[in-house]
């Protein structure tokens, strides 16, 4: 298992952080998503290695921004 903690700009009330969650959870090899509104933070654990490309392109697909750490 993999835990990768992200933040996520423009995310602005829970539907936000809810459309974030929904879409990172359905990206290959994620077991569990967890989204802190507040903090602007997404954790993310997988399976095994992440491709945060994919994380990136399903959260850019609904309108927020990724900044990698």
Request: with cysteine.
């Amino acid at each position: 298992m993999s835990t990768s903690t992200y933040k996520v700009s423009g995310m602005t009330c829970s539907g936000c952080a809810g459309k974030v969650k929904t879409e990172i959870g359905k990206v290959a090899g994620v077991s569990s998503v967890e989204v802190e509104l507040a903090t602007g933070e997404v954790t993310v654990t997988s399976d095994g290695p992440l491709d945060v490309t994919q994380v990136r392109d399903v959260v850019e697909e609904v309108g927020y921004e990724l900044v990698a750490s």
